[in-house]
Nanobody, 120 residues
Framework: QVHLVESGGGLVQPGGSLRLSCAAS????????MGWYRQAPGKQRELVAS???????NYASSVKGRFTISRDNAKNTVYLQMNSLKPEDTAVYYC??????????????WGQGTQVTVSS
């Protein structure tokens, strides 16, 4: 079994910062691409940022220059540093990982989500 657990969400004022973490655990053989998605009320889930195992990154245009995705391959962990937060960044943030287990094929796994609220 493979699990992804996010942490670091919360309430922050506009212009503030938060750092999200997502750790993969379980019977893991390899972790390929990882990413962060978000879903605001009444909207579809959207990609925020992704990172390959080698460190290549991709960002949604709405967060480029404000958010930074990074990862620690030794810890099977991905991070999202969010700066200059805006009210429109308010959403539930989900982590996704492309993971192969010792007893499972490569597949997409999702975390349970962490709430980020940007409000004064």
């Amino acid at each position: 079994q493979v699990h992804l657990v996010e942490s670091g969400g919360g309430l922050v004022q506009p212009g503030g910062s938060l750092r999200l973490s997502c750790a993969a655990s379980g019977s893991i053989f390899s972790v390929n691409a990882m990413g962060w998605y978000r879903q605001a009320p009444g909207k579809q889930r959207e990609l925020v940022a992704s990172i390959t195992r080698g460190g290549s990154t991709n960002y949604a245009s709405s967060v480029k220059g404000r958010f930074t995705i990074s990862r620690d391959n030794a810890k099977n962990t991905v991070y999202l540093q969010m700066n200059s937060l805006k009210p429109e960044d308010t959403a539930v943030y989900y982590c996704k990982g492309q993971i192969a287990g010792y007893d499972s094929w490569l597949d997409d796994y999702w975390g349970q989500g962490t709430q980020v609220t940007v409000s004064s």
